[in-house]
């Protein structure tokens, strides 16, 4: 029972547009949700959370949109960048006692040609 | 920044033989887990400690076994290689319980041939 799902595994946009990445999770109890990045032969690197008392949180050329109702999150990247181009991946965390403990989305690999 | 080292970039392995996979942080964080991924399967998470000595089972935990006998170091065994253990491994770790996340480690292409 998979409760993070990334529906697309793959994305290709023109450099200079908007990519949206999206994410449907099932458990309405996670806290906050993370997106990481991930380029090959490299471990994923943290790139933004949002709790889920928001529906909306913004660093530079990414923003993460939460709809709760929903349950549905995603991630905006403005203006695309051919070095954006990498596999992300969305995550939250268990509930209760093991909310240390990441579940994550199987992963979405985004191609921004230049 | 916290620091997550993988001891080796590419491990190639003979299938029975006992493998381990050395992951160390430099930053006292109470949590530490090994994932692995593979294509069209994402991140899977295999085992993870949140102390010393204390260990429990992620969602794959079969095949493989944890040791933590240091704060800063975590390893994964495999006990006898297979072929569908080829992956990359990758190891994380995180302080809290909060939105922090994980700090992940460059991970181990493991080849059992």
């Known amino acids: 029972d998979q409760q993070v799902k990334q529906n697309s595994p793959s994305l290709s946009v023109q450099e200079g547009r908007i990519s949206i990445l999206n994410c449907d999770y099932t458990?309405?109890?996670?806290?906050?949700f993370l997106w990481y990045k991930k380029y090959p032969a490299e471990g994923p690197t943290f790139l933004i959370s949002i709790s889920s008392i928001k529906d909306k949180n913004e660093d530079g050329r990414f923003t993460v949109f939460l709809n709760k109702s929903a349950k549905h999150l995603s991630l905006h990247i403005v203006p695309s960048q051919p070095g954006d181009s990498a596999v992300y991946f969305c995550?939250?965390?268990?509930?209760?006692?093991?909310?240390?403990?990441?579940?994550f989305g199987k992963g979405t690999l985004l191609t921004v040609n230049p | 920044d916290v620091k997550v080292t993988q001891s080796s970039r590419y491990l190639v392995k003979r299938t029975g033989e006992k493998v381990f996979l050395e992951c160390v942080q430099d930053?006292?964080?109470?949590?530490m887990f090994w994932y692995r991924q593979d294509p069209g399967l994402g991140l899977r998470l295999i085992y993870f400690s949140y102390d010393v000595k204390m260990k429990e089972k992620g969602d794959i935990p079969e095949g493989y076994s944890v040791s933590r006998e240091k704060k800063e170091r975590f390893s994964l065994i495999l006990e006898s290689a297979s072929t569908n253990q080829t992956s990359m491994y990758l190891c994380?770790?995180?302080?809290?319980?909060?939105?922090?996340?994980?700090?992940f480690g460059s991970g181990t292409r493991l080849t059992v041939v």
């Open positions: 995550a939250a965390p268990g509930s209760g006692g093991s909310n240390y403990k990441l579940t």
């Open positions: 994380a770790s995180s302080l809290s319980w909060g939105s922090d996340g994980y700090t």
């Open positions: 458990n309405s109890m996670f806290d906050y």
């Open positions: 930053m006292d964080h109470e949590n």
